[in-house]
């Protein structure tokens, strides 16, 4: 029943305020974007207060598994999507979409379902960072490349 709720009610609302109301909808966006991020950053906070001895103890076994598991995912989603023979932005589209996991919805079920155990709660609030900090270094990193590209084509058709 949480899941549902803390997943499918907000999709289900978002897309029928979209479909029916795309202005209000685009409104809405402007809020929720900034205040979701707020949320999260508050969540992983309490769970990194909460447990900050666990942290300190346990950093070094928690590190490694959520960055391979994330670029892992970013890899496994490109070329899983490559295979579909899909354009290049459908295929970072999907890859970004596999390598970010829902961190927010983690600590949630974590502290709703587990009482907030330490280590799980470790695990997925360093997992909502590192995705947040990977996805954002990706985008930039693919958004810098089209620029350049686009740039290049721009220069070679001007010549």
């Not at 598991?69 to 354009?87: D, M, Q, R, V």
Request: with cysteine; net charge positive; aromatic share 14%.
């Amino acid at each position: 029943k949480l899941v549902s709720l803390i997943l499918g009610i907000p999709l289900i609302l978002g897309i029928l305020i979209k479909h029916y109301h795309s202005e209000i909808a685009e409104k809405i966006e402007k809020v929720l974007k900034p205040l979701s991020m707020l949320v999260f950053i508050a969540l992983i906070f309490i769970a990194f207060s909460q447990n900050l001895d666990v942290f300190v103890n346990h950093i070094h076994h928690v590190l490694f598994l959520v960055i391979f598991h994330n670029i892992f995912a970013y890899i496994l989603g490109f070329y899983t999507a490559k295979s579909f023979k899909l354009n290049s932005r459908d295929c970072k589209t999907i890859a970004m979409e596999t390598g970010i996991q829902n961190g927010g919805l983690g600590l949630l079920l974590i502290f709703g379902f587990f009482e907030g155990l330490g280590g799980m709660a470790l695990l997925a609030a360093f997992w909502g960072i590192w995705d947040v900090f990977s996805g954002m270094a990706l985008a930039t990193y693919w958004g810098r490349k089209t620029k350049q590209k686009l740039a290049t084509v721009f220069h070679n058709t001007n010549k």
